[in-house]
Nanobody
Framework: QLQASGGGLVQAGNSLTLSCAASGGTFSSYAMGWFRQAPGKEREFVAAINWSGGSTYYADSVRGRFAISRDNARNTVTLQMGSLKPEDTAVYYC?????????????????????WGQGTQVTVSS
């Protein structure tokens, strides 16, 4: 089970940190990803991290502004979002991939992931 939290309303240019807590399963062996979905749009890839934290992947739209990390001891994955823009407004979802190892291509594919959290709303005002 994945529980995302940390969403809220922020002004453009500010920062926000999302967390995803995992329970059950073997979190430390899973790759983790963050996706987002804005109203009327398809779900899109944001960032991902492999099981060890040694490899990370980002969408071009967030690279340099967002950072993904994980704490396997606490079964959590974190998305630090900086320099937020109104176009970052969306529901953010965390997801887990049992295989644990990602490539840039697989990291951005929704079908790669086996488990999904319920989402947390992020709204960035201009």
């Amino acid at each position: 089970q994945l529980q995302a939290s940390g969403g809220g309303l922020v002004q453009a240019g500010n920062s926000l940190t999302l967390s995803c807590a995992a329970s059950g399963g073997t979190f430390s062996s899973y790759a983790m990803g963050w996706f987002r979905q804005a109203p009327g749009k398809e779900r899109e890839f944001v960032a991902a991290i492999n099981w060890s934290g040694g490899s990370t992947y980002y969408a071009d739209s967030v690279r340099g502004r967002f950072a993904i990390s994980r704490d396997n001891a606490r079964n959590t994955v974190t998305l630090q979002m900086g320099s937020l823009k109104p176009e970052d407004t969306a529901v953010y979802y965390c997801a887990a991939d049992r295989y644990g190892v990602l490539t840039q291509r697989s990291a951005s594919t929704t079908g790669e992931y086996d488990y999904w959290g319920q989402g947390t709303q992020v709204t960035v005002s201009s």
